[in-house]
Nanobody
Framework: QVQLVESGGGLVQAGGSLRLSCACS????????MGWFRQAPGKEREFVAA????????EFADSVKGRFTISRDNAKNTMYLQMNSLKPEDTAVYYC???????????????????WGQGTQVTVSS
């Protein structure tokens, strides 16, 4: 049914930039709010950013506010996370997720999401 595939992760030096993509299969994408989460070794999964189904409402974690930008292109069934001014503490596996509930605004709670991608590794060197 619904599949999410992240791409764009890699190695980057502190201060650099990366752009992650999340491709969603099917027509579900345009009906879903989307989010990005990350998890570093030994730490809990952490909210990063979210965007509603129309793309006109967003939420960001305080740790990335002003550095990261979330966007979506419903015509291409793709969500993006532009990451600028990267820091070593941004190192983690990044996951995209889909929330099929249209009634709520972008949510930062992992349990609200219905589908998850496999993750893509982002490593920021100091």
């Amino acid at each position: 049914q619904v599949q999410l595939v992240e791409s764009g992760g890699g190695l980057v030096q502190a201060g650099g930039s990366l752009r992650l993509s999340c491709a969603c299969s099917g027509r579900t994408f345009s009906n879903s709010a989307m989010g990005w989460f990350r998890q570093a070794p030994g730490k809990e999964r952490e909210f990063v950013a979210a965007i509603n189904w129309r793309g006109d409402s967003t939420e960001f974690a305080d740790s990335v506010k002003g550095r990261f930008t979330i966007s979506r292109d419903n015509a291409k069934n793709t969500m993006y996370l532009q990451m600028n001014s990267l820091k070593p503490e941004d190192t983690a596996v990044y996951y995209c997720a889909a929330d099929i509930n249209r009634r709520r605004p972008p949510t930062r709670w992992a349990y609200d999401y219905d589908y998850w991608g496999q993750g893509t590794q982002v490593t920021v060197s100091s």
